[in-house]
């Protein structure tokens, strides 16, 4: 059987996680998820503890020493799920700002549908996000606008970072490449993917800002992202990506 596996980096994350964990499983698709947890202080590790004892062999954890960036968190679990045989690899947030119902949809798009990468997006069909202040709605669909520009991918929503990744994918990109760590990961991710050919697909989701636990959202990581995606830019021009092709199974 084939083994989905959904990463989700934590970090203060008390309120969301068990709800999250217990919402992930009561999905008709089984699923595995991996939480990598960067030492929160609210103890959010110790409550994924507990419930591994009633989810053995589905709920998995990795504890990180501090809070090391968004991008390494998920670098560290594409590692671990190539080690373990995932087959299909998700990106989910923990505060429910990704509906985790959305998880069978972007499966859908990469197994029966033919995505290599199939990204949860928010602006694909119009611009669907609730409970954001419009400025930051601004801030991310102009943001989407810079990268399509500099990269020339045709990406609606190039920062989403609710994502499923075919295999093929994450054994095909050098993870220890990947430069950027905030929300310019995101587009590297999606930039790297696209170099080497593979199908990146688009799923409409409906994103909706965190109600509990504080957000990790600052201006340097939209000031890295600004700069970082430049200098991936520049640096593509110097790399060779081997044009790889889709294992439709």
């Known amino acids: 059987m084939k083994v989905n596996l959904v990463i989700i980096p934590t970090y203060n994350e008390k309120e969301n996680i068990e709800r999250m964990i217990r919402k992930v499983f009561s999905l008709s698709t089984p699923f595995e998820i991996l939480v990598l947890d960067d030492n929160s202080p609210d103890k959010t590790a110790e409550i994924v503890k507990k419930l591994q004892v009633e989810f053995k062999d589905k709920l998995h954890l990795l504890q990180r020493p501090g809070k090391l960036g968004l991008g390494t968190a998920y670098l560290t679990g594409f590692k671990w799920a190539l080690e ?3 087959d299909y690899i998700f990106e989910m947030d923990c505060d429910f700002s990704h509906n985790p119902e959305d998880l069978e949809k972007l499966l859908k798009a990469c197994e029966e549908e033919g ?7 928010r ?12 400025g930051r709605v601004l801030m991310s669909y102009f943001a989407s606008v810079y990268v399509r520009m500099v990269t020339g991918m045709k990406v609606m929503d190039t920062t989403a970072g609710f994502k499923c990744f075919r ?3 994450l054994e095909s990109i050098n993870l220890d490449d990947i430069r950027l760590k ?10 790297t993917a696209w170099k080497h050919g ?3 697909t688009e799923v409409p989701i409906i994103f909706t800002d965190r109600q509990e636990g504080s957000s990790k959202m600052s201006g340097g990581i939209f000031n890295e992202a600004l700069w970082g995606i430049l200098k991936m830019k520049l640096r593509s021009w110097f790399k060779h990506y081997e044009p790889q092709k889709s294992k439709i199974s």
Do not use: C
């Open 84 to 86: 373990h045989g995932a």
């Open 115 to 121: 995505a290599d990468v199939a990204i949860g997006s």
């Open 123 to 134: 602006y694909i069909k119009g611009i669907n996000v609730i409970n954001w202040p419009l």
């Open 167 to 169: 295999r093929v994918v």
């Open 182 to 191: 905030g929300y310019g990961f995101q587009v590297e991710m999606k930039f």
């Open 198 to 200: 593979f199908t990146l």
